[in-house]
Nanobody
Framework: EVQLVESGGGSVSAGRSLRLSCTASGYPFEKLRLAWYRQSPGSECTDIAEIYTGGDTWYRTYVVQGRFTISRDDSRSTVYLQMNDLRPEDSGIYRC????????????????????WGKGTTVTIAS
């Protein structure tokens, strides 16, 4: 069973930066495909960035708009989300999701598209 633990959330002013971390255990990290999801108040959970084995990435462009960068450090079993130029609309609960080839996708709340889920870290951006 893969366990995911997020950290790095907090309350900051608009225009500032935060770096979120998600550490995984229970499966060879280098074989995991990982993603960051965001659930904003009153909205469904939305995937915003994904990183695959080997390092290729995908972004939900209209959300990220060139401000966020996802990366992974296989030696630390950790995936990061560097968020710059934060805006109030970026506020929400950020969750880490993971799957591997052949794993069965599951749903956690309104988050879908991965097999394993962290509980999330809260980001609040003040205007």
């Amino acid at each position: 069973e893969v366990q995911l633990v997020e950290s790095g959330g907090g309350s900051v002013s608009a225009g500032r930066s935060l770096r979120l971390s998600c550490t995984a255990s229970g499966y060879p990290f280098e074989k995991l495909r990982l993603a960051w999801y965001r659930q904003s108040p009153g909205s469904e959970c939305t995937d915003i960035a994904e990183i695959y084995t080997g390092g290729d990435t995908w972004y939900r462009t209209y959300v990220v708009q060139g401000r966020f960068t996802i990366s992974r450090d296989d030696s630390r079993s950790t995936v990061y989300l560097q968020m710059n130029d934060l805006r109030p609309e970026d506020s929400g609960i950020y969750r880490c999701g993971a799957d591997f080839f052949g794993s069965q996708l599951t749903t956690s709340g309104t988050c879908t598209g991965k097999t394993y889920w962290g509980k999330g870290t809260t980001v609040t951006i003040a205007s």
